[in-house]
């Protein structure tokens, strides 16, 4: 007896290090009969855990599925945590990730395996391993936010600003977007002049003045060398977002001063795809530039 004390001690130990918790389901039942070292993740002890879920045992199938999903795990999961409950209740093993917790405890990012334990051909009971994953979420998503962003301006780089751009065009399909392209006027000039220095400072300057002026509103985006990408979502009206560009049109960046060239196209008016919405904002921009206007509008229609 006092070797197995102490090899669940040492189990309990080791369970705490690793941030791991242990539980068993009664799947005949409907019945959780143990939860090991559930204070390590979610700060409330196992215990606790089984007297909280113990009435659910009583509801149809269905409706405990439901609950013990709401006591566990965040709603935008659900979908997950009903594949794994499928998986388990056909004999099948099955590893997900999702945001957990116990009752009114605060979300965890998890990983969980869980092995159903076969008697005559059916499971019977459940066992399941939950590991805290929170550090290791947050260094992914650390370093998936910085392979989107542009390294030099903060601003999200060429494919990810598209790709955003798209499913928001995608998904918000009856609200008045902008597309919008801007150019630093005479930029290789520039640089020619004051050194790549000078000419940093200015893109990161633009950069800047574009967090600044559209912040959630937008989708922005470095499209290479001088030229900017915005999507302006829900766009009030025109002499609005006129103004608001204004802002956009010079910048100054240790005593150098730059213009800025902007061409806009519409949705719907002028098209509902990124690509074709691209196109005539592009041609707007060039217009602009060779008429020496700050900002043209796109007026072609979406089929021209």
Not at 39 to 47: C, D, R, S, T
Not at 49 to 63: D, K, T
Not at 85 to 105: D, H, P
Not at 269 to 292: H, P
């Amino acid at each position: 007896m006092n070797e197995l004390e102490q090899y669940k001690e040492r189990l309990r130990i080791a369970l705490k290090a690793a941030k791991i918790s242990v539980f068993e389901v009664d799947l005949t039942r409907q019945l959780y009969t143990f939860f090991e070292n559930a204070e390590a993740i979610f700060g409330v002890p196992g215990e606790v855990i089984l007297r909280e879920v113990q009435p659910f045992s009583r509801l149809e199938p269905e409706n405990y599925r439901r609950e013990v999903s709401a006591f566990f795990s965040h709603p935008d999961d659900e979908d997950t945590i009903k594949a794994a409950f499928s998986c388990v209740l056909n004999g099948q093993s099955t590893t997900y990730e999702a945001r957990m917790k116990a009752g009114n405890s605060d979300y965890v990012w998890c990983r969980i395996h869980a092995v159903p334990v076969m008697e005559d051909g059916r499971p019977v009971r459940m066992i399941g391993v939950v590991t805290d994953i929170a550090e290791l979420k947050a260094r992914a998503e650390c370093f998936e936010r910085a392979a989107n962003l542009d390294g030099f301006t903060g601003l999200y780089n060429k494919k990810h600003a598209i790709a955003m751009m798209e499913e928001a065009l995608r998904c918000e399909p009856r609200l008045c977007h902008a597309l919008i392209v801007l150019d630093i006027d005479d930029f290789k000039r520039f640089n020619d002049a004051y050194g790549h220095d000078q000419g940093d400072g200015m893109l990161q300057e633009v950069a800047q003045r574009i967090k600044a002026a559209w912040g959630e509103e937008s989708i922005a985006g470095r499209f290479g060398g001088d030229e900017f990408i915005l999507l302006v979502r829900d766009v009030a009206n025109v002499p609005w977002l006129r103004g608001k560009l204004k802002d956009l049109l010079r910048f100054e960046s240790d005593g150098r001063t730059c213009t800025a060239s902007i061409g806009v196209a519409l949705c719907p008016r002028d098209g509902r795809e990124f690509a074709e919405l691209f196109k005539k904002a592009d041609r707007a921009l060039y217009r602009a530039k060779a008429k020496k206007e700050e900002i043209i509008f796109c007026m072609e229609g979406p089929d021209s």
